[in-house]
C-alpha cells in the first residue's frame, strides 16, 4: 500500500531466528581486495545474491552496524549457495561488477537472457547505503536484470540521487524510516509501474517514544544524529530486514521465526 504509514512491528522471535539460523552453511567466496577494487571470484550457480550497504563514512567491517551484523548473520546461516556480501556505499560500481561477474555463468563477458532471468537478487542498506540500493536496482534494471527484493532503512539520498521511486525491475520493495532529527529517512517510497512492483510498506518507528541503546558510536552520532544512530543498530528493524530475506530463500525457516511457538 502505497503512502500509507504503519507502526513497526516488534517480533518477539529473536532467539528463535537465531536458531533457525544454525542450518550448515559452506561459505560463498568473498571480495577482500582493496576497497572499491574489482576482484576475481569463481561463478558458481548461486541461488541468491544479498548485497548489503552501509551509510555515510562507515567502513563495510564495523560490526556495530545494521548490514554488517545481517549480513555475518546470513553469512552463517543462509543457504550454502548463497553470495552475501556487504559494500560501502560509495562502491555501489564494485557492487555492481561483482554482481555481474557472478551472474555471468559461462565467463564469456556478457549477460545472456538465460543468465538474467536466474538472478535472485536482494539489497539492503541504511542512510546512504538505502539510497545506493535503489540506485544499484536502476542500474541493473537498465542491462535487464530483475531484483526480487530492495530494503531501505532510514533511507538518505545524496544531493544528486533520488532514492524514492522504486524501477520497474524490482519485483517488492519495503521501507522503514523515523522521523526525527537533521538526519532523517524518505518518508515514503513509489513504484515507477505499479504493475511491476509491490510496495510492501513504508513502516515509521519513532525513538522518541521506544529508544534503543546503542554502543560503540561516536561522539556526533549520540548527540547530534541521535534517532538516526538507532536505525542503524535497532535489532528489531534488522531482524524484519533479516527476515524478510530469509522469507524469500527459506521460507520455513522465516515463518518459525515470525510467528514463535508460544
Known sequence: MMGQEFCVPRFAGSRILALALLASFAGAPMLRGAEGSAVSVVPNRHSYILVGFVGGFV????????????????????????????????????????????????????????????????????????????????????????????????SVPKFWQND?????????????????????GSREIKAADNSKTRILGNYRFDYHQAPVRCEGYSWFDRYI?????????????????????????QPELANVAANPAP
Open 59 to 154: 567502513r563495510r567491517t564495523n560490526a556495530h552496524h545494521g548490514p554488517v551484523k545481517v549480513a555475518h548473520r546470513l553469512q552463517q546461516g543462509s543457504a550454502k549457495d548463497a553470495y552475501v556480501e556487504v559494500f560501502e556505499n560509495r562502491h555501489r560500481k564494485a557492487a555492481l561488477k561483482t554482481i555481474i561477474h557472478l551472474l555471468d555463468a559461462n565467463q564469456d563477458g556478457v549477460l545472456s537472457e538465460q543468465e538474467k532471468s536466474e538472478a535472485h537478487i536482494m539489497l539492503f542498506g541504511q542512510s546512504w547505503g538505502a539510497s545506493a540500493v535503489v540506485l544499484l536496482a536502476r542500474e541493473l534494471g537498465h542491462i535487464g536484470v530483475p531484483v526480487m527484493l530492495t530494503v531501505q532503512v532510514d
Open 164 to 184: 524514492k521511486w522504486i524501477p520497474a525491475n524490482v519485483a517488492a520493495a519495503v521501507n522503514f524510516y523515523q522521523p526525527h532529527g537533521v538526519i532523517h
Open 225 to 249: 544524529t541521535p534517532d538516526h544512530m538507532q536505525s542503524e543498530c535497532d535489532p528489531h528493524i534488522w531482524t524484519q530486514v533479516e527476515t524478510l530475506m530469509l522469507e524469500r530463500m
